[in-house]
Nanobody, 123 residues
Framework: QVQLVESGGGLVQAGGSLRLSCAAS????????MGWFRQAPGKEREYVSS????????YYSESVKGRFTISRDNAKNTVYLQMNSLKPEDTAVYYC????????????????WGQGTQVTVSS
């Protein structure tokens, strides 16, 4: 069992930055690929970024590539999402998720989810 807790969301102006963190419980964090997803009101959950167990391979959706950076610290059981040049369309609840398999972009592949953290970008 893995419990995930996101933090770092908030209200920011367009062009600003936020850093999300996702802290995982348990001693098996490094056994999981990790992903970030987001969901805006009235929309389906959307893939944002993912990272392999080692942290070497990183993946991004086209909508955030070049602006967001995913990373992880296996010693701290934490995965991060650095978000720069934020846009109003980035407004959503952001979720981290753990996958025993690979760092896919499909929510259905992930085994554990956090409760989400709200990110609001004002224009």
């Amino acid at each position: 069992q893995v419990q995930l807790v996101e933090s770092g969301g908030g209200l920011v102006q367009a062009g600003g930055s936020l850093r999300l963190s996702c802290a995982a419980s348990g001693r098996t964090f490094s056994s999981y690929a990790m992903g970030w997803f987001r969901q805006a009101p009235g929309k389906e959950r959307e893939y944002v970024s993912s990272i392999t167990r080692s942290g070497i391979n990183l993946y991004y959706s086209e909508s955030v590539k070049g602006r967001f950076t995913i990373s992880r610290d296996n010693a701290k059981n934490t995965v991060y999402l650095q978000m720069n040049s934020l846009k109003p369309e980035d407004t959503a609840v952001y979720y981290c998720a753990a996958n025993r398999g690979g760092p896919t972009g499909r929510p259905v592949d992930y085994d554990y989810w956090g409760q989400g953290t709200q990110v609001t970008v004002s224009s």
